[in-house]
């Protein structure tokens, strides 16, 4: 099944999660490091606490394993929404780079 996901940053994590997704420790957990991944590689900041994005899983509670070893670690407040195909409809910045700006500038402040 396809989610659009909606969740709010948790600001004081935000190193360690782009830590996690970079040193190969998120994308090596088994069966869905790499969808995770490649998830947060594509999504978007809505606004400067808010992240939205695709993902696939097939667990009875949308992301329940990806929420138990990683998301829930960073992220909260989680919204899901069943869909059946991936739309351009996410628009903002990637978070990627958001995190990426936010873990090389050591005066970067949340």
Known sequence: MLYK???TIKPETL????????DGSV????????????????AVMLDGRHI?????CYCAT????ERETVYDKYLTDFETTMVYEVSDD??????????EDAY???????
């Open 90 to 99: 996410l628009v903002g910045q990637s978070f990627w780079s958001y995190m």
């Open 62 to 65: 949308p992301l329940r394993h």
């Open 104 to 110: 090389y500038d050591e005066a970067y402040s949340f």
């Open 15 to 22: 190193k360690d999660f782009f830590t996690a997704l970079t």
């Open 52 to 56: 939205a994005w695709y993902e696939a």
């Open 27 to 42: 994308e090596s957990q088994k069966p869905d490091g790499t969808t995770m991944l490649k998830a947060m590689k594509e």
């Open 5 to 7: 996901v909606k969740a």
